[in-house]
């Protein structure tokens, strides 16, 4: 595994492979990688010749700077992690390779990007949809991975390329969950032991929510009932808890199409995202048989 800084030495590689014949896969990150990265990297490894990590904590998609100062910086440990993957190079561009003096241009995506983390994290989209669209032309990648964890970031990210007339496929792969439910996220590390034994609670909750909207119940009794659980396990605030369509984003009133709950909640001074699937009416398992959805 090759790490590059600069890229103008990444793209000297890329062209080699481009020569052969062969095709590019990319795994855009801000490091502090766990399970869930890598199972997009085990996912690009497996449709692609040549595989990609980048890492990059990009300031424009903070709106907090305390935010962004506390975010976890493990370059060493996730190139660990990394080596048993077999991937060809990991991407860890200096930031003028990614915002030179005088760079004055922003990815703005509309529609998709509005309301939820649009809505309470203002310009944080226009940050993303900017650092991904050079990483991605950096890159020269075929196929580009996202979780689904952050399910409106999947969805800004194929709006652009599509919109964009980008050569790269944008994949989506599954939320991975801890063992005790807690979708996988690198701000996970920043909770204290005891809202760190709170946070799965998430899971269940929305689960729940999801499966009484699958057997007719209002949604909004369901919302109000899910909130209510939230807040007396502990948790701090609700940004949000929203039923809406998938993949348009639609605020919805009742599952009569595809959908999703998206929730984002705080915890510990900790801001945690998660979504998972709604069923259309239908019967359904309990949620003894299968405590978590996957999103």
Same mark, same amino acid.
Request: hydrophobic share 40%.
């Given at each position: 595994m090759q790490i590059i800084r600069q890229k103008a030495a990444l793209r000297a590689l890329t062209e080699t492979w481009r020569r052969a014949g062969e095709t590019i896969g990319v795994v855009?990150?801000?490091?502090?990688?766990?399970?869930?990265?890598?199972?997009?990297?085990?996912? @690009?490894?497996?449709?692609?010749?040549?595989? %990609?990590?980048? #890492?990059?904590?990009?300031?424009?998609?903070?709106?907090? +700077? &305390?935010?962004?100062?506390?975010?976890?910086?493990?370059?060493?440990?996730? @190139?660990?992690?990394?080596?048993?993957?077999? %991937?060809?190079? #990991?991407?860890?561009?200096?930031?003028?390779?990614?915002? +030179? &003096?005088?760079?004055?241009?922003?990815?703005?995506?509309?529609?998709?990007?509005?309301?939820?983390?649009?809505?309470?994290?203002?310009?944080h989209f226009d940050g993303v949809a900017t650092v991904v669209t050079k990483l991605l032309l950096q890159t020269d990648a075929d196929r580009a991975f996202f979780g689904e964890k952050d399910y409106q970031q999947l969805q800004v990210v194929k709006r652009l390329a599509t919109d964009l007339d980008l050569k790269t496929e944008i994949v989506g792969c599954p939320t991975i969950r801890e063992d005790d439910g807690l979708a996988m996220s690198s701000r996970n590390l920043r909770l204290g032991a005891g809202p760190r034994e709170t946070a799965p609670v998430i899971g269940r909750v929305l689960t729940t929510a999801a499966k009484a909207i699958a057997r007719g119940e209002n949604p909004a009794q369901a919302l109000d009932t899910a909130r209510e659980a939230l807040l007396s396990a502990g948790f701090d605030s609700i940004d949000y808890l929203e039923l809406r369509s998938d993949p348009d984003f639609q605020l919805m009133t009742k599952a009569d199409r595809p959908a999703r709950l998206f929730l984002a909640a705080w915890l510990d001074g900790v801001r945690l995202i998660d979504n998972v699937a709604v069923a259309g009416r239908q019967k359904v398992e309990s949620s003894e048989d299968q405590p978590f959805e996957p999103a």
């Open positions: 855009p990150t801000m490091g502090a990688l766990h399970a869930g990265h890598l199972s997009l990297v085990a996912a @690009a490894r497996a449709r692609t010749d040549h595989v %990609i990590v980048t #890492l990059f904590v990009n300031p424009r998609q903070f709106n907090n +700077p &305390e935010d962004l100062a506390k975010y976890p910086r493990t370059e060493e440990s996730d @190139a660990e992690k990394l080596a048993p993957f077999g %991937i060809d190079l #990991l991407y860890i561009p200096e930031p003028d390779e990614i915002y +030179p &003096e005088g760079f004055a241009t922003t990815v703005s995506v509309s529609g998709v990007s509005d309301g939820l983390c649009g809505a309470t994290r203002p310009g």
